[in-house]
């Protein structure tokens, strides 16, 4: 058969391709130290389980938005919990946040803008669709955020008028970087985007994932007419596998939401039903839920923060992790020893982890960076969330005093990895 070459040559996702390699060699017994693979590992709240279960046998076809008291639970989440005001025609749900993602930038006309760093998934998406994309570099002296002065520099760069309509896909907190942006950062791109016609995705799916008890601030609130605002309960509710993305879109946008749906339900149909019931239960905003939340989002923080200590101790230049449970560490000030020893790119240096350190990291280069820049991302989660949830809530304030125990019991895996990244490190000093 013939295939379409532009497809051909596009690379499954990084992220899943390396979880799929290391779930391969930990089966043939291979021990190894996986921080490749961002995924919630806690184990998911009983009166999502329990919804899940009562609704097993929902087996009908369901509205390609999303049923209504799904939507309702999500406009009050949104309300409770971000301090952001939506209407319930605004909502639309899909199985994953990717799909909707791809259904947006197959209907919204404009360059994409993509600030470098940035997640894997985004700039293949644009390329299915043979849509023009532009990356921003953004750099380690700024912690990896998009400034308005490089973006205006960008537009400069490409040409781009004023009264076209572009795209700027923003994700924080970041996957790569675990970098968020504060109120008056988010008001200062929000100015750029306003006089440039831009119109802004704004990936939020870590927003309640924020350390140091940092609020998440959507820029939604400062550009509510121009930003289309993705989320889901993947990550802060540890949901991956249910499947489930959300995706509030503008007031007064008929016919985007309908554009949307129409891409829907000629792809998807709709969220299985189960999954809309027990997305019911997901979105309540109850004590307990709220709870779990901080719960889950504390224990990110204290192993986060422990790895950026760690790689702090070698000199491995790392922005401090202000949410999700990643980071990007880079070994550029190690460049001569490096190429000493035949490793050039990022994707050498991953190579060289995995194969003589048994770590497993993913490149700078799956996440728009330029080859010689020698970044790796690092997942934090390689651990037992159940377990690592049951010993947190018995001895929660000694595991805020002293996390290096605490990691040590729960995450010993984490505790090897960091000594191995440290000992290779030091290797190249020898």
Not at 143 to 159: D, I, Q, S
Not at 250 to 259: I, R, S, V
Request: some cysteine.
């Amino acid at each position: 058969m013939k295939l379409q070459q532009d497809i051909v040559l596009t690379e499954r996702s990084a992220t899943l391709a390396m979880n799929e390699l290391i779930n391969e060699k930990r089966a043939k017994g291979e021990a190894v130290l996986h921080m490749g693979f961002g995924e919630a590992p806690f184990p998911v709240h009983s009166s999502i389980c329990t919804a899940l279960e009562e609704n097993s046998d929902k087996k009908s076809y369901l509205s390609t938005q999303g049923i209504l008291p799904l939507r309702k639970k999500i406009v009050e989440f949104y309300h409770e919990m971000f301090n952001l005001e939506v209407e319930i025609d605004q909502i639309i749900v899909a199985p994953g946040s990717k799909a909707l993602l791809f259904a947006t930038l197959a209907t919204l006309e404009g360059p994409l803008f993509l600030p470098a760093p940035s997640w894997v998934s985004y700039a293949p998406q644009a390329q299915f669709l043979k849509k023009e994309t532009h990356f921003i570099k953004t750099t380690s002296d700024v912690n990896y955020r998009l400034t308005p002065e490089v973006l205006l520099a960008a537009l400069e760069k490409f040409g781009k008028k004023k009264d076209k309509q572009k795209l700027l896909l923003l994700n924080y907190p970041c996957n790569p970087t675990g970098q968020s942006y504060s109120k008056k950062s988010l008001k200062a791109l929000v100015d750029v985007a306003r006089d440039n016609n831009i119109q802004i995705i704004s990936d939020e799916i870590y927003g309640l994932i924020t350390f140091d008890n940092q609020q998440h601030h959507s820029i939604a609130k400062f550009y509510p007419e121009g930003t289309i605002t993705i989320g889901g309960p993947s990550k802060d509710r540890s949901l991956g596998g249910y499947r489930l993305g959300v995706m509030i879109i503008p007031k007064d946008n008929a016919n985007l939401m309908k554009a949307i749906i129409s891409i829907g339900s000629e792809i998807w149909s709709c969220v299985p039903a189960p999954i809309q019931h027990a997305g019911i239960a997901a979105y309540d905003t109850h004590k307990e839920m709220q709870k779990y939340i901080r719960t889950c989002t504390t224990i990110h923080e204290i192993i986060t923060k422990y790895v950026h200590l760690q790689l702090k101790r070698s000199n491995i230049r790392c922005p401090a992790p202000q949410g999700a449970f990643y980071l990007f560490p880079d070994w550029n000030f190690y460049q001569e020893e490096l190429r000493e020893k035949g490793i050039y790119t990022s994707d050498e240096l991953v190579t060289t982890l995995l194969q003589n350190w048994n770590v497993a990291t993913l490149p700078g280069t799956a996440f728009g960076m330029p080859p010689e820049y020698l970044a790796l991302r690092i997942a934090t989660v390689d651990y037992n969330g159940e377990a690592c949830l049951k010993h947190f809530i018995q001895n929660m304030e000694s595991a805020k005093s002293n996390p290096d125990a605490f990691i040590g019991n729960v995450a010993p895996r984490i505790k090897q990895a960091c000594k191995q990244l440290l000992a290779f490190t030091e290797s190249l000093l020898k």
